[in-house]
């Protein structure tokens, strides 16, 4: 039976793994309230089923700002009234309305809550006579943040019933590679004596019991979490091939070309790199610090040296400014190694640089036909490519070192079990504070004012826009896009140009504008030509301006928590105070502001990486992904649809496998 494309694209690709997509709710209908005085006896947060004989029922009303309703009021076995609202669209209540008259029975279900002497139904729902006396179940997928069609739903819902022992027969063959099978069941799973695989996926999805099909779907999830530890573990086992060795020895001499001193701690990262790489089998390995502890420089120097040992290195940036602003450090530095430089609309010309050692460049590396592979190939920025683009440059056997401040969910589980060799910088190289905040409507004169201060003051500003031009959307009318902030701040500009400092001038940059304006925008902005800029996300990483001590975030509810820190990094990259203001013009939910106050409240790019763990999940740890995506940035897990296997799961299959 053919899957549809709905379902593949979050990784069911055969019919056993239908069931297990885990419901997403189940509703217990087996009790019907017919006595309204009961509604005393039960908590207030409950939903709650009942019965009556139809009252009356108004027509169809139509309100401003509301969804089509009907009125209607039933009467319980004792005479007691309740009435409610029954929302939805015109057609459905039009329906409604011919399949009722009054005297009828009704079911209906709802939250009750006593007002004016009398009981009323919130959030009601009229319940076919189906649905009646069962447990129903509900499921939902999503992907990329929007739901499945109903249509992938219905087909597994008909389909999960006939495929259970299809299931049970793939975890048989799993367990007949493991001799401790009866410990990982009853041990670590902590299922019963007795009760079987098919016994569990039947509980879960044809329940006879809320509670009991909640707890059969926990054995679910540790079983697809010890799944998941075991196929990181074989994975991160087989990467890598042979290769021949390189030795490089040369770190000491070339850290002494650079135009400042190396710490200690990052010469000693340095020399623990050369030594990992100092090996006949590809190694890969992750740098990992905040934003001024000196990433770029280990990398630098060590790649220098990896040269002078007979190696080809290449650095992948994750956007055309950062890959200059690396090729003139590495020129800089390095004068003798001739780096080559390749982005958009170069081809490589074999003939003329079939010598080179060093090269660097954005994604347009992929585009070239490399004859000789790479021994080292350094990612800058990690979060921001796939597996799969990360390690293309890595199949000739090179070793690979990934860099940054924040690992995506991914790597950072990866990391935090070991699966990684890992290498922290913590060291600043100067003194600064940062301080994050967020700010409401009722913050504007506050905000304004600083921000007017600080410009007086010939300091630099950024502003963040979540999208880059407005959109007919409803769902984004809210949201300030980059160009019509620019206008906004042009405005501001010529309005307080006499208390300006001279010159000062907007400036813009985003995706919609082409690599050349937004290198010319974003460069004015460094030289000082600007001071203020307007841009998306572009400038995330690879961003580094003197005099910058502010940044205004709008709408940042619509970023991650990885994007803030990255953005947060520009700040101050030259010491001092480093204002990063989050500025909500709407209201926004509990979970968003908790993810907001979470960046306000820590520095750290690990600690908010493990943070990002608890909000969007692991996403899919193997190297091979099991979708059509092969997405690995959170969301999608492995084994198990419509629940995430959690971090704590996780965790503690990890220790169980060991």
């Not at 099909?213 to 679910?220: D, L, M, S, T």
């Not at 990467?239 to 060795?245: E, L, N, S, Y």
């Amino acid at each position: 039976m053919l899957i549809p494309n709905a379902l593949k694209s979050i990784g069911i690709q055969e019919m056993w793994q239908l069931p297990m997509v885990m419901p997403h709710k189940y509703s217990n209908n087996n009790y019907v309230v017919s006595d309204f005085c009961h509604f005393s006896e039960i908590s207030l947060e409950m939903k709650i089923l009942c019965r009556g004989t139809l009252l009356s029922c108004s027509q169809v009303k139509y309100m401003n700002n509301k969804a089509p309703f009907v009125t209607i009021q039933i009467l319980d076995v004792n005479g007691n009234s309740l009435q409610t609202n029954i929302f939805g669209t015109g057609a459905v209540l039009t329906s409604f309305l011919g399949l009722y008259k009054q005297g009828d029975i009704v079911h209906l279900s709802g939250k009750p809550v006593f007002q004016r002497g009398q009981w009323m139904l919130n959030n009601s729902k009229a319940l076919d006579v189906n649905e009646l006396y069962r447990i129903n179940v509900s499921y939902s997928l999503s992907y990329k943040n929007k739901s499945l069609p109903s249509s992938a739903i219905k087909f597994v819902v008909e389909n999960i019933h006939s495929s259970i022992n299809l299931t049970c027969d793939a975890f048989t063959d799993f367990f007949k590679s493991k001799i401790n099978r009866n410990q990982i069941l009853n041990n670590y799973i902590c299922i019963p004596l007795g009760l079987t695989l098919r016994e569990i996926l039947t509980e879960i999805h044809f329940p006879t019991d809320v509670d009991l099909a909640v707890e059969y779907q926990g054995y679910i999830e540790k079983l697809a979490a010890l799944l998941t530890a075991e196929e990181v573990r074989s994975t991160a086992l087989k990467w890598g091939k042979a290769r021949t060795k390189i030795v490089s020895k040369t770190y000491f001499e070339r850290s002494k070309q650079l135009s400042f001193s190396m710490t200690h701690e990052q010469f000693d990262c340095v020399d623990k790199l050369s030594k990992l790489f100092d090996s006949d089998h590809s190694q890969k390995a992750m740098l990992i610090g905040d934003v001024g502890t000196g990433k770029s420089c280990v990398m630098q120097v060590l790649a220098a040296s990896f040269c002078d040992a007979g190696g080809r290195v290449v650095f992948l940036a994750p956007s055309q400014n950062l890959a200059n602003q690396l090729y003139d450090e590495l020129l800089g530095f390095f004068p003798d190694l001739n780096p080559k430089l390749v982005i958009d609309g170069v081809k490589v010309d074999w003939q003329r640089s079939k010598t080179s050692r060093l090269w660097v460049g954005t994604t347009s590396l992929f585009f070239q036909d490399w004859h000789v592979p790479f021994d080292l190939v350094i990612v800058d920025e990690q979060q921001r490519y796939s597996v799969e683009q990360r390690e293309t440059l890595c199949k000739g056997g090179g070793h690979l070192l990934e860099s940054t401040a924040t690992p995506i969910p991914r790597s950072a589980a990866l990391l935090k079990h070991g699966f990684i060799n890992q290498f922290h910088l913590t060291e600043c190289f100067t003194e600064k504070e940062l301080i994050s905040k967020i700010h409401y409507l009722g913050d504007r004169k506050y905000l304004f004012e600083r921000t007017l201060s600080n410009l007086k003051a010939g300091n630099k500003l950024l502003v963040i826009c979540a999208l880059k031009s407005d959109s007919d959307s409803n769902l984004m009318a809210n949201i300030t896009s980059a160009e019509k902030a620019y206008i906004s701040w042009q405005k501001f500009v010529d309005k307080y140009r006499q208390d300006l400092p001279i010159g000062t001038s907007v400036g813009i940059s985003h995706s919609g504008q082409s690599n050349e304006d937004n290198t010319k925008a974003i460069n004015n902005f460094k030289n000082g030509d600007i001071n203020i800029l307007i841009s998306t996300t572009i400038v995330e990483t690879g961003l580094t301006v003197p005099d910058l001590n502010q940044i205004i975030v709008l709408n940042p509810e619509r970023l991650g928590l990885v994007q803030h820190h990255q953005l947060r990094g520009r700040l101050a990259r030259f010491g001092g105070i480093g204002f990063y203001d989050l500025y909500c013009n709407k209201q926004i939910t509990d979970r968003t502001l908790a993810r907001l106050e979470l960046v306000c409240s820590s520095t750290s790019g690990l600690h908010l990486a493990f943070e990002d763990i608890k909000q969007r999940g692991f996403g899919n740890l193997s190297s091979e992904s099991r979708t059509n995506s092969k997405a690995q940035k959170g969301v999608l897990n492995s084994y198990i649809y419509g629940r995430s296997v959690s971090p704590e799961a996780l965790d503690s299959a990890v220790a169980f496998s060991k």
